[in-house]
């Protein structure tokens, strides 16, 4: 399973899929931080599910491109190699901010260029401001395009947050999304 974590504002949330069956429930989740608030949700996750491996995101791109040139939908950020072999898991949790109502640079390109196809995926979207929901349908369809099986996209409020009053809105979304 993939996870993608993303911070937002919003408490909608789309519907869950059901597991994809296979021989290994490994959980890959990536995460891309400049703050530290998705490096917090992307170690609750992994402390919250069993056999799971986490992975930073790592790119060039600056944060203040991150939040205007590099969000643009033709601008692509280059991201260094992820560190894991994508076959040894069937799910993902992917964890980004929220930049101008959209996810990360170096978490879109993980959507474009990581091997998604009929892999579990979910979307945890962290924000310290405003946040709108048509976010979610971008994402989705963007996971979507790439073969993957969408678990949901949720929004997870770190503004005045505690890193305990995150935990427990991640353990809220996993219980959610099923696991």
């Known amino acids: 399973m ?7 504002c919003s ?3 789309v519907p869950v899929s059901q597991p994809q069956t296979g021989i290994t429930n ?6 891309y931080t400049r703050t530290g608030n998705n490096e917090i949700v992307a170690k609750a996750v992994n402390g919250l599910i069993k056999d799971s491996t986490i992975e930073q995101v790592k790119s060039n791109v600056s944060v203040p491109a991150s939040a205007t040139w590099y969000n643009l ?4 950020a280059e991201i260094d190699p992820i560190g894991v072999n994508p076959d040894e898991f069937n799910n993902i949790i992917l964890c980004t901010p929220v930049y101008l109502q959209g996810i990360s640079p170096p978490i879109k390109a993980v959507i474009k260029e990581f091997p998604l196809k009929g892999k579990r995926v979910a979307v945890l979207a962290t924000c310290g401001g405003m946040y709108f929901s048509v976010f979610h349908s971008f994402v989705k369809w963007s996971l979507k395009r790439r073969g993957a099986q969408v678990s949901g996209v949720y929004v997870i409020k770190v503004g005045g947050k505690s890193e305990e009053e995150i935990t427990l809105q991640v353990k809220e979304h996993l219980e959610k999304i099923g696991f």
């Open 73 to 76: 939908p033709f601008t692509k």
């Open 2 to 8: 993939i996870i993608f974590c993303a911070t937002s």
């Open 11 to 13: 408490e909608n949330a």
């Open 26 to 31: 490994k959980t890959l989740v990536l995460y």
